[in-house]
């Protein structure tokens, strides 16, 4: 599963990177947008096994990181937001189009494979950590450092998702 999650992985990043060339923010609101859609399918899912009595002895303490986590990312969103991220309706359009398709391969994907679906997620991370550490060699943006590290920080806490879950 790991070399198909890298697989798609590596496509949308190309697809994303190709169509937001030239257009930092946007591209970082778009992909703001979508990397919160994990956060709330894990809870979904964790949610509902709850409501199946099929809660696990981390439920809790993943339950919580979830919710920090879907915080912290909107928080990243609202900072690409008053960059003019989401100035034009092509990007909100094709970004809010992108998270009900990953919201929903994520919900499966939990349910079915949680380890897997943490897996994508912390490749994820790791490229947007990688995306602004690329974007900080030519500008000068201390919010866009804070962003970077919260992003290596989300992908330390889904490996110890990956670790907790064996």
């Known amino acids: 599963m790991k070399r198909f999650n890298s697989t798609i992985l ?6 994303i990177d190709f169509l937001y060339k030239g257009r930092d923010y946007q591209r970082f609101w778009v992909l703001e947008e979508i990397a919160r859609a994990p956060y709330f399918a ?4 964790l949610h ?3 409501s199946m009595g099929l809660r696990g002895p981390e439920h809790i303490y993943l339950m ?3 919710f920090a986590q879907t915080l912290n990312e909107t928080e990243h969103l609202e900072y690409m937001e ?3 991220g989401n100035a034009y309706w092509v990007d909100r359009a094709f970004a809010r189009h992108l998270v009900l398709i990953y919201y929903w391969i994520n919900v ?13 997620s912390y490749g994820v991370e790791l490229h947007a950590a990688e995306t602004y550490n690329k974007f900080l060699y030519d500008h000068d943006d201390k919010r866009i450092e804070e962003i970077m ?3 290596i920080n989300h992908a330390e806490e889904l490996h ?7």
């Open 10 to 15: 590596n496509l949308t990043v190309n697809i």
């Open 42 to 45: 894990f809870l979904s899912v």
């Open 48 to 50: 509902l096994r709850e």
């Open 64 to 66: 919580e990181e979830h």
């Open 82 to 84: 008053s960059r003019g």
């Open 108 to 120: 499966v994907y939990y349910w079915v494979a949680p380890r897997s679906a943490y897996d994508l």
């Open 149 to 151: 590290q919260d992003e």
């Open 160 to 166: 110890n998702a990956m670790e907790m879950i064996k």
